[in-house]
């Protein structure tokens, strides 16, 4: 580990949560793989929504995998010898043209003292509601208002495409849906948690075809509900670790120098590492600086080894003074912790 | 043409315009091909938008085409023996994992008494602005609201990505920039010409990967520039002559039945058809009916071999009682002109 720049201090409890240690939503399910959890604090606890990635147990020569039919479980099976189709990447199934994820993901809440300790909450788990979520929701980001409100963006997963949602929250209890706020393709969503100059702004990943590629993009409000002023802040960088596709963490940290974004960069490899941006603070569709080196890139055998290897991926933290602890999907298999000096980030950029 | 449930009546006229009868913005550049016009009436005539896409002389063994750079014209020029190029499509061209568009667009007014002899209204062009429109502007819709105002919703193509910008005009001389005001990948966009339940709405097609597809989508609006509620519509029809993309053309047509929209097409081998969807008057997210057969399709010489053949796109027309008169491109090269009896086209529905 000596040769790279990590600047990451991984919890030595990592990690933190591992599939075989939760309940599945149904006894005929398994969970395949916990990812990329959203961040909050709340009641004294820090608590995390985790994405739980389940599929039926695998019967020899065939896949299964679920989806949602009217708000219902349906699971579909095929046979792995079939030549319509195609698993050559573990998170798809591809068959004669149609295209489904290989696990249905929901969200669910997990709460800790320390930080470091999880356990479920108990609470209902939010499951893909309508069409427009059929296969699922994923990796969200929790937005946490000075006013007490908590926006949750996600990734809302169906056979129309993918795009985001946002649900806001005071108590964890009851939400409020405030529907698709952008179309298909888009993801990695997150709000700014206070206002610049009187409106709502967010970091979003809208995905190019033809032109175009899988780039940051900042969008602006003046309600939540709807979104303009769409422009592109950082596209992926030839030859360099985030070459094929980069995606935003959590809300930005506001430093004195601009708003910290912790994003992450994938090569042609799917190889997913964490770097940062800078954005200004008056006019945060200026970037001010950007990580030549990645802040934190899979190293340890739980980043390297699972479900798909490769990965650390981040949208959630919670920063105490100069320390942002992230919390991170590693390998799309388990939930892990890691802290990062801002100041020592901020020195890199 | 017996065999075919074709409902349009051709113009006798057509094609109406073709590149050899326009201008190129610049002596050093040749006008490739006319596409897709925004059709109004103004001051008594008939206007329409057409796109025109340009670019430079080629030379034997090379490809050339521009691109804007600070809001100049550019050329890059690629070796056509170069293995890292493929221009497999005539509209795209790829070079060692860059895209590129063939042919740089701008929009140009063109105006008719009688809507057939159209001439150059001789006013400035629109030519891309800004990075996000440096692969230029094309195929604008041009909505006519009761208030006077006109509605531009255009593509807006960009190193970026492409998606969709919206101008408004009362008198064709001065513009508002209201933004992008969907972010990638999404084009066809077509705003109502009345608000519906008190708010603006338009068609859109946003682009799905890995899941979804090329679908149209149905997005609502309080002041035009923020957009929200995004939902999807209609999607492709697998083993029909829709079964590849999907997409609005010009703002749907007011029935007593609902509303009309025109849109196009395309199956596996990029065969452009034009078919119809009705929506419900006061909630336009329910399709009521959608054409089985298309009501156009590429038929004529015309429409069948150009730039890109077998291809019929509209989106602009004018609505004279029954009678809509749309205005299309056809094989990517010219623009024409066809009626449909409104009254037929909705006894197929």
Chains 1, 2 share one sequence.
Not at 194 to 220: A, M
Not at 288 to 300: C, D, F, G, V
Request: glycine share 8%.
């Amino acid at each position: 580990m000596t040769t790279t720049k990590d600047l990451a201090t991984r919890s030595i409890k990592n990690p933190l949560l591992r599939p075989e240690d939760v309940t599945p939503s149904r006894p005929d399910m398994m969970v395949e793989c916990l990812l990329n959890p959203g961040v909050f604090r709340f009641e004294g606890a820090v608590w995390i929504l985790v994405r739980v990635a389940e599929r039926p147990k695998q019967e020899e020569g065939k896949i299964s995998f679920p989806v949602l039919v009217d708000g219902k479980m349906d699971v579909l099976t095929f046979d792995l010898d079939d030549p319509l189709l195609d698993v050559s990447d573990p998170r798809e199934v591809k068959y004669d043209g149609e295209q489904y994820l290989s696990t249905l993901s929901h969200l669910r809440l997990f709460k800790s003292a320390d930080g470091v300790h999880f356990e479920d909450a108990q609470l209902p788990l939010h499951i893909g509601i309508g069409e427009l979520e059929n296969f699922g929701v994923e990796d969200c980001r929790v937005a946490t208002m000075a006013d007490g409100d908590f926006l949750l963006t996600y990734t809302a997963a169906s056979a129309s495409g993918y795009g985001v949602g946002l649900k806001r929250t005071r108590d964890w209890q009851t939400f409020e849906h405030l529907g698709l706020i952008l179309p298909p393709a888009n993801k990695d969503c997150a709000i700014f948690e206070e206002q610049v100059k009187g409106q709502y702004v967010c970091l979003n990943r809208p995905s190019g075809i033809i032109v175009g590629g899988h780039y940051i993009w900042l969008s602006f409000s003046n309600d939540l509900e709807y979104w303009g002023r769409h422009t592109c802040i950082a596209k992926t960088r030839k030859g360099m670790w985030d070459s094929s596709r980069v995606g935003a963490g959590a809300a930005p940290i506001k430093t004195e120098r601009g708003w910290l974004v912790i994003y992450h960069g994938a090569d042609e490899n799917s190889r997913y590492c964490l770097g940062a941006l800078l954005l200004d603070l008056e006019d945060p569709t200026q970037v001010i600086a950007r990580s030549e080196a990645p802040l934190m890139e899979p190293l340890a055998d739980y980043e390297c080894n699972g479900f798909f290897g490769e990965v650390v991926f981040t949208n959630g933290h919670i920063v105490d003074g100069d320390e942002v602890t992230i919390y991170y999907g590693a390998s799309d298999s388990v939930i892990c912790s890691a802290t990062l000096s801002i100041k020592e980030v901020l020195s890199t950029l």
